[in-house]
């Protein structure tokens, strides 16, 4: 194998951990995602999280001589930092919302916002749990907010990136002929780490998650784009 490379697929099913060499897959793991937390707001299980994609990255990267790799999730997943860089996750797409709630967030979208998104029920719509962790910043200590791909980048590189991808799907969060955020999100940027290209290379590996060397790590996407 001259080029292996790994792709950590977390889906709303199934987390996969894949080894792809020469557009080819040469192994995988596959385990259940049972990740979701059923309180009053339903959310994602970090610590649990953390230790699957810690565990099976290390276990990979043992086995081969990974060069690359690069997260892919499933969509309208939120997520965000405190001021001590505590991470946690924001309200599950299967939330349900108010009917308050839903009207106060589509007045903030503006004619000229582009966001090219269909209205979809509970938190499906990313821009719903943007708006939400903004509202609720001083509650919940909010200091960064991202998404799925961004946050396993994070854990991954310990750098904090958005891309398009994920802002532009079905999530009112994304001016599509501006390419840049919705004017609602653009005036509070400073809750949301610097938008890049999809796939493009942000960092290294932790050295605490390898000891091969410098291990590129590309920027996180949707898994439908």
């Known amino acids: 194998m001259k080029n292996p490379n790994l792709v950590i697929d977390v889906g709303q099913t199934f987390i996969k951990f894949v080894v792809i060499d020469n557009y080819k897959v040469i192994d995988h793991v596959v385990l259940n995602n049972k990740l979701l937390v059923k309180k009053k ?29 690069i997260p892919i999730t499933h969509g309208s997943a939120s997520f965000f930092m ?37 209205k979809l029920n509970c938190f499906h719509n990313l821009g719903k749990s943007f708006y939400y962790l903004i509202k609720n910043q001083k509650k919940l200590d909010v200091v960064k907010i991202f998404t799925f791909p961004s946050f396993i980048n994070y854990l991954l590189t310990g750098k904090l990136y958005l891309d398009k991808s994920y802002l532009g799907c079905h ?45 590129k790590v590309f920027n996180g996407i949707h898994d439908t784009s």
């Open 41 to 69: 707001i339903l959310n994602y299980n970090i610590s649990k999280l953390k230790k699957i994609i810690f565990s099976n990255t290390k276990k990979i990267l043992k086995k081969y001589n990974i060069k690359k790799i």
């Open 82 to 118: 405190n001021k001590n860089e505590e991470c946690f996750s924001g309200p599950h797409f299967l939330q349900r919302t108010s009917n308050s709630f839903d009207r106060a967030f589509f007045n903030i979208i503006k004619k000229d916002d582009y966001t090219h998104s269909i």
């Open 171 to 215: 999530s009112f969060s994304w001016n599509f002929k501006k390419s840049k955020l919705i004017s609602f999100f653009n005036n509070h940027k400073k809750f949301f780490p610097k938008v890049i290209q999809s796939g493009k290379e942000i960092g290294f590996l932790k050295r605490d998650l390898t000891i091969k060397g410098k291990i």
